[in-house]
């Protein structure tokens, strides 16, 4: 039963991720990323990551994606890059990877078997086992985060803020002095 | 986990000042209205020098605590002293370009507060999080000088090469944790040490780690960014980039370091292998490189990749480690080589930033002539420049002579052969820079018509500190030497 339900939401999941790419216009893009995230986090569930799960759906296709959707439409893009302005080479280099990537993945699996991994907690993906992690053992780096939050709010504000071209007026103060 | 787990906050003082720091910096900048920049750099200065104090008043060695997340141990407390000492000079360089605005001392001391934490990383999640702080305030730095298109490109590339490493780097840990079920080091370590050592995953989860601290130490073949990077941003915060993300950087192998050391060869493929690549390539392409540039700034650029190279020859014995002392030797060769760097390289930047502020440009030409014009500056590049080609009595030498030694020692005949060459090639190219300006007669054309300028006093003393460091320590180096080995035992 769950090998079915596997192979459905992987096969979406696949085929939509093809969408993504293939698509000219990028909303359309973006709505097929939508559907690739809730399939990805249909498998975390199957694989017992509920948290995960639940984070995948709240954070990635929902905030992350309305603002995708916000600044497509914001610009105004129009889908007419297509195909055709890429070069018949880099499409050649792009099957090329594409191509080392299958043959690694195929010697990866082969070796698969005999490798060992360690065994994890099965309660692990729960949220009461994620909450205890996060709030003991990587307490830190937990709260180390709001100054790298800290960090990048200064930083857009810096980037956004409307000022004059000040570097520009001092080089002549230098001359100057 | 480590018995020194809980909530232990006594070693993290350092972290904790830096922090609140920050915030009063925070609220100063708001209030100070006119002389925004002016007051953030006295008061980030005034928080790095109480930092650097109370770094090295804290000498106690903790080992790891709350709970395991960070370590304290001798290398956590050099690094802090390292990356506040460092700060201050680059703040130092950017009060000269940044007066009114105080965003760029504030995004600087946030991305110290990641190297704080980076020193004493002690877990995988930690590591990640403080690799990021370093990051994410370097980005927005590279792009400072919003209306210059060459700094959006700088910050795009730095932006866009940052994530995709990133994005290598925890592909890299998620394959390590997979086959270790921990985060920790030293659980990681330990449960590397079996069957599982050598394993395909091990080996790619390695050169996964690697690329992502290639990036930030600018390593081939991950160093494209590096220049262009260099290049675009405004020069007194290349100055910083050249010197504190890239310490931060092997900060970060150091903890690393470890986990590298436990790979057992996998089709002839070791750590001591890996290592050797890796560094002898830097130093070839850096060096390489550099021979056919024009801009100062890509110049140094260059140069810099090729120290990265100098400095993973003695990760090469690190992660060698059959035999501890010998160990010992390479981690305080490369303490010792990264404090006579940042001496050396900043007074680089600083006088490259100063006849840029002065005289228009970083091309080769405006310093041609510079040591008739003005031999105080020429004078202070050059040292510099013969101290980064590593010629005796400079500290330059002291530091390429431990890693040298610790090489020799180790019998890496070919590493030591090809950075023996690498040296004589950047030879080229640095003594081409001294012999433009000394041997040259200022023109209109290369200066501008300018002359003579002055220095300002903010600079000269930039100068002074970063020049008697890079000479005493070529002649007395044997203090800095023995307070590193304390730091080690």
């Known amino acids: ?177 | 986990m480590s018995p020194a787990s809980g909530l232990n906050l006594t070693p993290f003082i350092p972290e904790l000042v830096l922090a609140g720091g920050l915030l009063v910096l925070l609220i100063v900048e708001l209030i100070a209205r006119r002389k925004r920049g002016i007051v953030t750099a006295i008061g980030g200065s005034i928080l790095l020098v109480a930092l650097v104090i109370i770094s090295l008043a804290g000498n106690e060695k903790v080992g790891a605590y709350m709970f395991g997340a960070v370590v304290q141990d001798g290398v956590t407390l050099y690094f802090r002293v390292l990356f506040a000492l460092a700060t201050l000079i680059a703040v130092g360089i950017m009060a000269s370009t940044f007066k009114k605005e105080g965003e760029p001392y504030i995004l600087v001391l946030a991305s110290v507060m990641g190297m704080f934490l980076l020193a004493g990383s002690n877990d995988l999640v930690t590591l990640f999080v403080a690799l990021e702080m370093v990051s994410i305030p370097s980005y927005v730095l590279a792009g400072y000088r919003r209306h210059d298109p060459r700094s959006g490109e700088a910050a795009l590339k730095y932006v866009i090469y940052g994530a995709f490493s990133s994005g290598l780097m925890l592909y890299g840990f998620s394959l390590l944790y997979g086959l270790t079920g921990a985060t920790g080091f030293a659980e990681m370590t330990e449960g590397l040490k079996g069957a599982l050592s050598g394993s395909p995953a091990h080996l790619v989860g390695i050169i996964l780690i690697m690329a992502g601290i290639g990036y930030k130490i600018a390593m081939v073949p991950m160093h494209f960014w590096c220049p262009d990077v260099y290049e675009g941003s405004p020069t007194s915060i290349t100055a910083y980039f050249s010197v504190l993300p890239k310490a931060a950087g092997f900060a970060a192998l150091f903890r690393i370091a470890p986990l590298i050391a436990s790979l057992k060869p996998f089709y002839g493929i070791s750590a001591v292998g890996l290592i050797t690549l890796l560094s002898a390539m830097t130093m070839t392409v850096g060096n390489l490189g550099a021979i056919w540039q024009n801009s100062l700034k890509r110049l140094l650029a260059y140069s810099s990749i090729a120290h990265a190279g100098y400095i993973l020859m003695g990760f090469a014995v690190i992660v060698s480690g059959d035999k501890p002392e010998l160990h010992g030797l390479a981690i305080q060769a490369v303490m010792m080589y990264l404090v006579v760097y940042l001496f050396m390289n900043l007074g680089a930047f600083l006088i490259v930033d100063l006849v840029e502020r002065r005289l228009g440009g970083d091309g080769i030409g405006y310093f041609k002539g510079l040591g008739k014009s003005n031999p105080l500056p020429a004078l202070a590049l050059a040292v510099f420049l013969f101290s980064l080609t590593g010629l005796p009595p400079l500290a330059g030498f002291i530091g390429k002579f431990y890693l040298f030694a610790a090489v020799v020692k180790a019998q890496m005949w070919t590493l030591a052969l090809i950075g023996i060459a690498n040296s004589v090639v950047s030879l080229f190219y640095y003594v081409r820079v001294i012999r433009d300006m000394f041997l040259h007669d200022p023109t209109p054309a290369t200066d501008g018509g300018i002359g003579s300028f002055n220095m300002g006093k903010l600079t000269a003393v930039l100068t002074l500190v970063t020049v008697v460091p890079t000479v005493v320590l070529g002649v007395f180096w044997n203090t800095l030497a023995e307070w590193l080995k304390l730091r080690l035992m």
């Open chain 1, 1 to 177: 039963m769950e090998i079915i339900l596997f192979i459905i939401t992987a096969l979406i999941a696949l085929a939509s991720a093809l969408m993504v790419i293939t698509r000219k216009s990028p909303i359309a893009s973006v709505l097929f990323l939508v559907l690739t995230f809730v399939c990805i986090a249909v498998l975390y569930v199957m694989l017992g990551a509920q948290f995960i799960a639940a984070m995948q759906i709240i954070v990635y296709a929902g905030a992350i994606m309305v603002l995708f959707l916000f600044v497509l439409m914001l610009l105004n893009l129009r889908g007419n890059q297509g195909w055709e302005n890429i070069s018949p080479a880099r499409i050649g280099l792009g099957f090329a990877a594409a191509g080392l990537l299958l043959l690694v993945a195929v010697a990866w699996l082969k070796t698969a078997g005999s490798m060992e991994v360690a065994g994890l907690d099965p309660e692990m993906g729960t949220v009461s086992a994620f909450g205890d992690v996060l709030f003991q053992r990587f307490l830190l780096p937990f709260e180390i985060a709001s100054v790298l939050l800290l960090g990048a709010i200064i930083g857009v504000v810096a980037m956004i803020k409307r000022k004059p071209l000040a570097e520009l007026g001092e080089d002549k103060e230098g001359k100057v002095s």
